[in-house]
């Protein structure tokens, strides 16, 4: 059977791989996996959120609200935004499609970094946009600003932090970019991990408000990290409500479900367990740090809840994540992107002793 010509050169996205696989090939008693894949918060859920879903299971049968209007309260006011800027998304990932689906179309360009989240590619690519890379892996203004004088594109995806190198931009960077930006560039700032790098340093990290001061600029937020809802799918943009208006055109009926809109509401008024969760996260990593520093190898600063290492001739990412998911410990190999590197999400104290034991047992 023929399929749109758009589809052929879309690789499927790989995501983490989900604790089942590990129990099913390997063996391990599911108690014993430990996933550090797919940057979930290591705590939980917030045991309020926990309480809310539960509360609303009698409710399954109503479709939710689709104006949103208390989720879209909560967070006008804690970003000190108007309710019209806002958008929500079935994961802020449902958000990128509808930006692909507003801006691209064949002709159209869309111009991110190196390495950067998968997704941005594969919805471009949907649209038959013809996609451009930075040379560098990192989110520099001086190579993004010249390919966006010469090349006008329809989208720029400024994901920072980044997902997979969890490294960020300055905020004056991000700015410069947006300052040079084309009226009808539509420059993306993903902030899925904007909870994370603004506990560590104010200097790399944008509020959403900020954001809105440019007519072409989208923000983007997740209730899946810091927020500790993965399994919930529910994401946010903020944005001038002209550009609001045109990515509504695109949302389906009822895009998250009644329990995720319960959820999320919830999670907005606890945001201790936000801060806890960061905090935690802080202690752990200077960990990882040291084992890196211990073991010879390179890290990536990261202002994200994970950290990538990434190594040199030694060691080769691909069999080191095989022989550490045989053991149970679940990570995500970064040899699709073109690095000999592993993306760890920094767990609770236990999982990351477990990561380490293992590593040392690998590492012989
Ligand atoms: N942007 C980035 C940079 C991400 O890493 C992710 C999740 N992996 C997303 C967006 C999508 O997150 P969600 O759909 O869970 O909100």
Known sequence: MKFNKELDDIKVYEAGKPIELVVREFGV??????????NENPLGTSPRVAETIRAHADKAHLYPDDSMFELKEALSLRFDVREETLIIGAGSDQILEFVSR?????????????VTFAMYEIYARQQGAEILRTPDWRHRPEEFLPLMKEHRPEVVYLCTPNNPTGDAMRREEIFEILDASDPETLVVVDGAYMEYAAAKDSDYAVTPREILEYPNALYLGTFSKAYGLGGMRVGYGIARPEIIRALMKLRPPFNITSLSLAAAIAACGDEEFVAQSVRLHQEQIDRYEAYAREHGFDYIESYTNFITWSFGEELNSSDLAEALLERG???RDLASY??????????????????????????G
């Open 29 to 38: 008693a599911p108690e014993e996996v430990v996933k550090l894949a797919s």
């Open 102 to 114: 507003a801006k691209l179309h064949p002709g159209a360009k869309v111009l991110m970094s190196r």
């Open 329 to 331: 410990v679940i990570v």
């Open 338 to 363: 073109g690095l000999n590197a592993l993306r760890i999400t920094v767990g609770t104290p236990e999982q990351n002793d477990r990561l380490f034991a293992v590593m040392d047992e690998v590492l």
